[in-house]
């Protein structure tokens, strides 16, 4: 039936593109239809006779085809572009049924392209991200788990669009407005919603409509397709701790090593807001998860992400050309990799609580929040809460379909009045509880001392990186102090300090008769009304007190031990009761709290030269510190910029160490053995660039893709495209075993997903034989003595990007084509678009996803240079503008902006970039660096 609706749809387009015409040509040659030019004016005034009317219905008929056809062809373009097509004058009737044929009509082509592939078949565009069919729901009890429903999900790619997903997903395209009713309103991770049926766009998760429980429960028992691992497959895989020099955990000093305790323990990850092909399955567990910032944890991984993410930022903004951003030990790469993956899970949970939270605006006085794995926020409160709030038997419900917009307006820079919300546990259906301190007041902690201490030193973690949490004051004794490391500006306060803040919010409560939660909402006496707790003090009878007194006025929370009975009950199984709740509760080891504060506080450190790639150049294409030369050294090869430092000085935003650094001279025997050691750069780029190109491509400066020319993947696109650039990556190969503990598989499964990856990437022209050889047919293989596997003939634009930059340095000022050349390569952040949750691998070698940001930044700042000093205003603008596509934050590319806007004549822009360099918010936090250019140019004062 669907193809009879295709092809019927085929026919009626061509019937009006090109039979119309045909029969209209055709009635026009009829005998005495249409009169001569010269019989004209005597048709017009003689009597009618109803020939003229003819003639003009067939005029008028023409231009109903003219219209139609010109409706036709833009929406079939701009469906083939993937793209919504622009509403045509006096279209909105027609438009709408035309854009329903072209959809059907081009079903049949694309079903007849898949049918006979070919080499010469157009690539196959595999962009990233695709949502992860990897996990589910795992309840805190495996021996009480029970299959669950779970809504199917899909991820928009390029050239989707409603129609074409309910004919894929429903059997039915007449079903899309099912799909547009079931996503209308959900936030995106983009931030918009679905509105406008036709505007969605690529990385969107849609909801489809759940399926029938049969049919769920035999998807629960279907095979699982390679590369996504079950959770027997996935414990089997996983070994057990060890403290062996080889695990990198043991290489870490004492108070750094996650420890055994019952919190350490790796648990089953919940999928928390991340869509799947195959809900059935259940993520994977890996030797290196750190327990504590995970399952119940998954906030503060989360938060621990975002601040690691804040931080790097501020290192890539301040970063001086030639260098690199300093990394972090290689021994704190399991608390990064854990903190990812919690990102991936409840990252977009993290930011809907946020966003719920601040458009309260301090009127609801919250007791508990429960946040559901889908986005669905349950609040306890003795409040009456209006629409779209619902009630409920726990409380009041935001579904997650409901915006967080449609509860008020919201603003970004009033502060949150609920600042004291932390994270106590998740139940048995995996939601994440947390409890308002502020609310509670005191609070007294109980049971197992082991498990109370990993759980006050949890609260104090969480509430130094809680996005609602800003600007609070916590002071943090025994365990808790433990966390103070990782945030001091949050969590070095005293007990006088706390105290003394107390009593300020309760003055300013007694004289405008609010709580601190409305003052801090409302900005009661224009004040900020700070918030704060005491964790775990020996002794504070007066706070204890003055709390009693004066319930929710103080705007500061106690937090105690108790050896009897307490406010919450902590077991030495890790669970938390009280409050009427019974959970898994959260913990975080002193080990695990050390491991946080190392990661985060090397974040602070200088910037570096990157490191080697061989004998002459390092990671970034550039030449290595030992061979360049000065360049007032005149026996030495000329270098990019060969002209004197004055000369750019004066027109440009360098400065003389820039200069030396990204564009020295070359000792000529250096120059000559760069220029001759690539001989196939040329060919290798000119195959990029080509829409031939029989070889398979890697894009990884930009968002993430593939595209490769053998057998097409179904799903799982983004698992693949993964695990090509993890083989591209360690070009001497890799094991079935480094695989498997790459991707948390075991390796029966990693050797599947190896096969389907080489059927993807189909035959290598060169060889005629696959891309990736048998693990023992490699010349790796006969080199290392084991099999490995390794992909051969791949494209990838990082490599060529570098390759590039090299040979550009070894040509001096006529490396610049090749620069532009590598430029031509970014089409965005590299590695952007991750997969969520995944590329965990990447953490554990050199980060040359840092690094390719740095070499982006480098070149551009070259041909800035270059192109300002030679006049060539608009080439400069093009390539500062890459430089702020791959790192948005950079105070050189933003610097190289504003002189860009200064020559132009264009001031006020030149103005604003400069403010933007000057940091966020334009607070003047120049470099040394960036002084340098400001006083010489003198912008400051302009």
């Not at 409901?402 to 939601?431: F, K, M």
Request: charged residues 20%; negative net charge.
């Amino acid at each position: 039936m669907r193809l009879l609706q295709r092809i019927a749809a085929t026919l009626l387009m061509a019937a009006i593109v090109i039979g119309a015409p045909w029969l209209l040509l055709q009635l026009g040659q009829l005998p005495g239809f249409l009169p001569p030019w010269d019989q004209l004016s005597t048709l017009l005034l003689s009597p009618d006779n109803g020939r003229l009317l003819l003639v003009i219905i067939w005029v008028a008929a023409w231009a109903l085809w003219l219209w139609l056809t010109a409706i036709i062809l833009t929406e079939t373009i701009s469906a083939l572009r993937g793209v919504k097509a622009p509403t045509l004058p006096g279209g909105s009737l027609a438009q709408p049924a035309i854009r329903l044929l072209v959809m059907a009509a081009i079903g049949t082509l694309a079903a007849g392209t898949a049918a006979t592939p070919s080499a010469a078949a157009p690539p196959i565009i595999v962009t990233n991200p695709d949502i992860p069919a990897a996990t589910a729901p795992a309840t805190t009890n495996p021996a009480q788990s029970t299959p669950q429903s779970v809504a199917p999900t899909v991820t928009v790619e390029k050239g989707d669009t409603l129609w074409s997903l309910a004919e894929e997903h429903l059997d039915d395209p007449l079903k899309w407005p099912e799909l547009y009713e079931l996503n209308r309103g959900i936030e995106q991770p983009t931030g918009y919603a679905l509105e406008d049926p036709d505007a969605i766009d690529v990385g969107w998760t849609l909801k489809l409509p759940t399926p029938p429980a049969t049919q769920s429960q035999e998807q629960a028992t279907a095979p699982a397709e390679a590369f996504t691992p079950t959770t027997a497959d996935a414990v089997a895989a996983t070994p057990e701790p060890t403290h062996e020099v080889s695990n990198p955990e043991a290489a870490l000093p004492p108070s750094a090593v996650p420890s055994a305790t019952p919190t350490s323990v790796p648990a089953q990850i919940p999928a928390a807001g991340v869509s799947t092909d195959d809900d059935t399955e259940a993520a994977p567990i890996f030797a290196w998860q750190v327990a504590g910032l995970l399952g119940a944890g998954s906030f503060l991984g989360a938060g621990v992400a975002a601040l690691l993410a804040r931080r790097r930022r501020e290192q890539f903004r301040t970063r001086r050309p030639g260098r690199t951003i300093a990394e972090p030990s290689r021994h704190t790469a399991p608390i990064e990799m854990t903190a990812h993956v919690a990102a991936g899970l409840s990252t977009r949970l993290v930011h809907r609580l946020d966003a719920v939270l601040r458009r309260l605006h301090g009127t609801v006085d919250i007791i508990t929040v429960a946040v559901a794995t889908d986005g669905t926020i349950t609040l306890t409160t003795n409040d009456q809460l209006p629409p779209p709030w619902e009630p409920g038997t726990e409380g009041w419900t935001l579904p997650t379909a409901t915006p967080a917009d449609q509860i008020a307006p919201g603003d970004s820079d009033a502060p949150c009045a609920y600042p004291l919300l932390v994270t106590i546990g998740t139940d048995t259906s995996d939601r994440v509880i947390l409890i308002n301190l502020e609310n509670l007041g005191h609070i007294t902690v109980g049971g197992d001392a082991v498990m109370r201490a990993d759980f006050a030193r949890y609260l104090a973690a969480e509430l130094a990186v809680n996005p609602w949490s800003e600007g609070i004051r916590v002071a943090c004794h025994g365990p808790a102090a433990d966390a103070m490391a990782m945030a001091p500006d949050r969590l070095d306060a005293t007990d006088t300090e706390v105290l003394e803040l107390a009593r300020r919010n309760q003055n300013r409560a007694d004289r405008g008769g609010a709580t601190a939660r409305l003052g801090r909402a409302t900005l009661a006496e224009d004040e900020i009304w700070g918030a704060g707790v005491a964790l775990n003090p020996h002794s504070n009878t007066d706070l204890a007190e003055l709390i009693a007194a004066q319930p929710r006025r103080t705007g500061i929370a106690l937090v105690s031990e108790s050896a009897d009975e307490a406010t919450l009950m902590v077991t030495a199984s890790g669970r938390v009761s009280g409050l009427g709740l019974e959970l898994t509760a959260v913990g975080l080891t002193e080990d695990e709290a050390a491991g946080c504060a190392i990661l985060l506080k090397t974040t602070t450190r200088d910037d570096e030269p990157p490191p080697a790639a061989d004998e002459l150049t390092d990671v970034t294409g550039n030449l290595l510190e030992h061979h360049r030369a000065l360049r007032t050294d005149g026996t030495a090869h000329p270098g990019l910029l060969p002209e004197g430092d004055e000369e750019y000085l004066a027109e440009t935003a360098t400065t003389s160490e820039d200069l030396n650094v990204v564009a020295a001279r070359v000792k000529s025997s250096d120059a000559n053995v760069l220029a001759d050691r690539d001989p196939s750069l040329d060919e290798d780029v000119r195959m990029w660039f080509s829409d031939k190109c029989p070889y398979p491509r890697l894009s990884l400066l930009g968002p993430v893709k593939a595209r490769c020319y053998g057998k097409p993947i179904a799903k799982q696109k983004a698992y693949y495209t993964e695990a090509l650039a993890y083989l591209a990556l360690h070009p001497n190969g890799v094991t079935g075993d480094q695989l498997a503990d790459a991707f948390g598989l075991t390796v029966p499964r990693a050797r599947t997903a190896i096969s389907n990856l080489r059927q993807w990437l189909g035959t290598n022209p060169r060889t005629s034989e696959p891309h990736i050889p048998d693990a023992k047919a490699s010349p790796e293989a006969h080199t290392r003595g084991i099999g490995v596997y390794v992909v051969q003939d791949l494209l990838i634009d990082a490599d060529l990007f570098r390759r590039l930059r090299t040979r550009a340095v070894a040509k001096g000022a006529d490396g610049i084509d090749d620069l532009e050349t590598a430029l031509e390569l970014v089409q965005g952040r590299p590695f952007d678009q991750l997969r969520p949750a995944g590329w965990t691998w990447l953490f554990e070698g050199d980060r040359v996803d840092h690094h390719m940001i740095c070499a982006v930044g480098d070149v551009a700042h070259i041909l800035v240079t270059h192109h300002l000093h030679a006049g060539d205003y608009e080439a400069a603008r093009r390539a500062a503008t890459v430089a702020l596509q791959a790192d948005r934050d950079s105070e050189t590319a933003k610097l190289d902006l504003a002189a860009i806007m200064v020559e132009t004549g264009h001031s006020e822009m030149a103005r604003t970039a400069v403010a933007e360099a000057l940091g966020e918010d334009a607070v003047l936090d120049f470099t040394p660096r960036g002084l340098e250019i400001a006083n010489r140019h003198k912008w400051l004062g302009a």
